[in-house]
């Protein structure tokens, strides 16, 4: 029961980490992170497939082997935060404290984000 309930949660990710890759401002990596992780723990075949990805493979196995994430990746996010941000704050109309609140979770977020290392393979 346990291995069938990580095998959904696994495809439910990469449906959404693909839904990601086509939608600019929702993320892509977190979902199939998540999603190498629920295989990891019920589907071998599944984790294997999803890290050896031509295009998320490199990506996956960066952030497992170092906590890393490519300068092209953080650019990318943090473009994707700042945007947010603003379309936040011109489609609610937040008060000041709002505003403030979701500015600072949205920075944590960004620096937690240019905080982690380049991948040691490429810049």
Do not use: N
């Amino acid at each position: 029961m346990t291995r069938a309930m990580w095998l959904g949660l696994g495809f439910f990710f990469v449906a959404l980490g693909f839904i990601g890759a086509l939608l600019p401002l929702m993320p892509t990596t977190i979902f199939l992170i998540l999603a190498a992780g629920c295989f990891a723990r019920s589907s071998p075949r599944f984790e294997a497939w999803l890290l050896d990805h031509r295009q998320f493979g490199p990506t996956l196995r960066a952030w497992r082997a170092e906590g890393a994430i490519g300068r092209r990746a953080k650019a990318m996010a943090c473009t994707g935060i700042a945007i947010g941000y603003a379309l936040f704050w011109w489609g609610a109309r937040p008060g000041l404290a709002l505003g403030l609140i979701v500015a600072a979770a949205m920075a944590a977020c960004a620096a937690y984000i240019l905080s982690r290392p380049a991948p040691s393979g490429r810049p």
